[in-house]
């Protein structure tokens, strides 16, 4: 059996094999609420249970951190009932699946939240520097968006997702938090790298508090932002150790303001060298994603213990036949 069709015992889930279908915004929503064209574009991509686990798109937290129209909602109570559809269809095919819980922070727009974006400091956004510079958040409301990804967390549970992952990447806020790119703080929240992983620390604890000791909690982390001034995987590496320490169960290797990908950069997997390292200093699993299209090159990423699941993002969203293909290559070079 090839690596990346091999299961993988999660937590108290098993998942049956590495591949991932990483979160991927569809903006279907227009309301926020699940609806037939959302869980039908789900249900054709987890077709035949190829996949091993799918991590749907981010969903905002709090009405004042959406990012775009159309994007899904898992911000009330009235959203449990919807995801829970969604859940269940995806989970009748085969694959595990997870929330992604997220706060736009500098990058929501007026036009679409109607009041100014929040962020950890008053700066220019270094992936948009033509938004207009944010509201420094200060303590309370800090405090208030931990309640929201605490209580976002809980609803992926009560909906019956099988593990929640916490978006920090592609510039969101707590991405924002991490990068010293944009956290120019000087409290508890700011300078040193330990400070500005602070509220990651606080929102991963406190969701432990509410979903148990074994339901799985992943992070996306914007490792590496690509810019000078940047983190760094230097940053990277301690960070994920700190987050291993807060309780992360899985952490799932991205760009930081850079974004999802590195311009210029066209090699596959293009992320391995951050995921590679932080892999050699932690005991988690971690998910690589990053241009990968060749089932045998993901296949060799796991051999060469790059990664412990591989994301395959644009070319299933291309192709939802991908999942079933590659099985069939590895198959028949085994």
Same mark, same amino acid.
């Given at each position: 059996?090839?690596?990346?069709?091999?299961?993988?015992?999660?937590?108290?889930?098993?998942?049956?094999?590495?591949?991932?279908?990483?979160?991927?915004?569809?903006?279907?929503?227009?309301?926020?609420?699940?609806?037939?064209?959302?869980?039908?574009?789900?249900?054709?991509?987890?077709?035949?249970?190829?996949?091993?686990?799918?991590?749907?798109?981010?969903?905002?937290?709090?009405?004042?951190?959406?990012?775009?129209?159309?994007?899904?909602?898992?911000?009330?109570?009235?959203?449990?009932?919807?995801?829970?559809?969604?859940?269940?269809?995806?989970?009748?095919?085969?694959?595990?699946?997870?929330?992604?819980?997220?706060?736009?922070?500098? =990058?929501?727009?007026?036009?679409?939240?109607?009041?100014?974006?929040?962020?950890?400091?008053?700066?220019?956004?270094?992936?948009?520097?033509?938004?207009?510079?944010?509201? &420094?958040?200060?303590?309370? =409301?800090?405090?208030?968006?931990?309640?929201?990804?605490?209580?976002?967390?809980?609803?992926?549970?009560?909906?019956?997702?099988?593990?929640? &992952?916490?978006?920090?990447?592609?510039?969101?806020?707590?991405?924002?938090?991490?990068?010293?790119?944009?956290?120019?703080?000087?409290?508890?929240?700011?300078?040193?790298?330990?400070?500005?992983?602070?509220?990651?620390?606080?929102?991963?604890?406190?969701?432990?508090?509410?979903?148990?000791?074994?339901?799985?909690?992943?992070?996306?982390?914007?490792?590496?932002?690509?810019?000078?001034?940047?983190?760094?995987?230097?940053?990277?590496?301690?960070?994920?150790?700190?987050?291993?320490?807060?309780?992360?169960?899985?952490?799932?290797?991205?760009?930081?303001?850079?974004?999802?990908?590195?311009?210029?950069?066209?090699?596959?997997?293009?992320?391995?060298?951050?995921?590679?390292?932080?892999?050699?200093?932690?005991?988690?699993?971690?998910?690589?994603?990053?241009?990968?299209?060749?089932?045998?090159?993901?296949?060799?990423?796991?051999?060469?213990?790059?990664?412990?699941?591989?994301?395959?993002?644009?070319?299933?969203?291309?192709?939802?036949?991908?999942?079933?293909?590659?099985?069939?290559?590895?198959?028949?070079?085994?």
């Amino acid at each position: 059996m090839s690596k990346l069709f091999s299961s993988y015992e999660h937590k108290n889930i098993n998942i049956k094999n590495r591949l991932v279908m990483p979160p991927m915004a569809t903006s279907k929503c227009l309301d926020g609420k699940v609806n037939t064209d959302l869980i039908n574009h789900y249900l054709e991509k987890s077709h035949g249970g190829y996949i091993g686990l799918i991590i749907i798109e981010h969903s905002y937290i709090s009405l004042d951190g959406k990012a775009s129209n159309g994007q899904l909602s898992i911000s009330d109570d009235s959203d449990i009932e919807g995801l829970k559809v969604l859940v269940e269809n995806i989970q009748k095919n085969g694959s595990k699946v997870y929330a992604q819980i997220n706060h736009a922070g500098m =990058q929501a727009r007026h036009e679409i939240i109607g009041q100014k974006a929040i962020a950890p400091s008053a700066v220019l956004n270094p992936r948009y520097p033509d938004y207009p510079i944010p509201k &420094e958040m200060n303590i309370n =409301q800090i405090n208030k968006i931990k309640k929201y990804f605490v209580d976002g967390a809980l609803r992926a549970k009560k909906a019956g997702f099988d593990g929640v &992952e916490i978006h920090s990447a592609h510039g969101y806020l707590l991405n924002q938090f991490y990068s010293p790119l944009t956290n120019q703080r000087t409290d508890n929240y700011g300078g040193s790298l330990k400070n500005r992983l602070r509220i990651h620390n606080e929102i991963i604890v406190s969701i432990r508090e509410v979903v148990g000791k074994d339901y799985p909690i992943a992070l996306r982390l914007g490792a590496c932002d690509y810019m000078d001034g940047g983190s760094t995987i230097d940053d990277a590496v301690e960070a994920a150790k700190i987050l291993e320490s807060s309780g992360i169960d899985l952490l799932d290797i991205s760009g930081g303001f850079i974004g999802y990908i590195i311009p210029g950069v066209n090699k596959q997997g293009y992320f391995s060298d951050v995921s590679n390292a932080i892999k050699k200093e932690i005991n988690i699993p971690v998910l690589l994603t990053g241009g990968i299209t060749d089932p045998e090159f993901a296949n060799k990423l796991l051999i060469d213990n790059k990664a412990d699941f591989i994301g395959v993002g644009r070319a299933i969203l291309k192709d939802s036949f991908w999942p079933k293909k590659a099985y069939e290559t590895l198959q028949n070079k085994i």
